[in-house]
């Protein structure tokens, strides 16, 4: 059973605009954009997705998993494929820009995809650095619901930090709430991928820093150090 993440129920009422977070789980961006396109097909709505995401401990792993998974499909051209080697080394390439490019061969209109004002190195700067976007584009909307979308198991925390950020959004009436795209369970997660988990979201421990010192020592919430 999934007992480390928690997502709401939008049956009743359905987010008016969704904040995507860039990290490493490509499974919960194929999940979201299936959810989206069901929500288009059932309900004919084209909810607006905001991107946040800058470049930290998550893009290279990002950038490999996109890759694989875009190559597999066969819907990586030439220019599409020297992009991606550049992403590697270049730092003006962010996270939010490969979730673009992901949605975008996803079928997903660029009218929909806005990103944040400037990339944001942790989950903080996220909600910071797209707030003006996410009033742009709730502009008119009474007691608007937003959707998180990040890796299950971040949902919770980066939920707090939303409400905390976004504190005067949510006191005139802002809905902050969680899209879980799918559910964890950790006893199916393998040893290695388990501590990458753990050590992605709450950074490694200090004895495993010196044994492996090319590891990345920050946490999703604290930044890269």
């Known amino acids: 059973a999934d007992l480390i993440s928690q997502g709401d129920n939008f049956s009743k009422k359905l987010p008016d605009a969704f904040l995507v977070l860039g990290n490493p789980d490509l499974r919960t961006f194929i999940e979201f954009s299936k959810e989206w396109h069901d929500i288009r097909r059932t309900k004919g709505k084209k909810i607006p997705i905001v991107l946040a995401g800058g470049r930290g401990r998550g893009t290279l792993p990002l950038i490999e998993s996109l890759y694989v998974h875009l190559k597999k499909n066969q819907v990586l051209n030439r220019p599409a494929e ?27 209109e660029e009218g929909v995809l806005k990103q944040e004002e400037k990339p944001s190195k942790n989950t903080v700067e996220n909600f910071i650095h797209s707030q003006k976007t996410m009033r742009d584009v709730l502009t008119g909307v009474k007691n608007p619901v937003v959707a998180i979308v990040s890796s299950p198991i971040l949902l919770m925390r980066t939920q707090a930090t939303a409400q905390k950020i976004w504190q005067e959004e949510v006191k005139s009436g802002w809905r902050v709430k969680r899209l879980k795209a799918y ?36 946490s999703e919430f604290k930044g890269s150090h």
Do not use: C, H, M, Q
């Open 183 to 218: 559910s964890i369970n950790l006893r199916e997660l393998s040893d290695e991928k388990l501590i990458a988990l753990v050590g992605y979201i709450a950074a490694y421990p200090e004895n495993y820093r010196k044994l492996y010192p090319n590891l990345n020592g920050g």
């Open 82 to 108: 020297d992009w991606f080697k550049r992403a590697r080394t270049d730092e003006a390439i962010t996270e939010a820009d490969l979730l673009r490019f992901f949605f975008r061969t996803e079928g997903i």
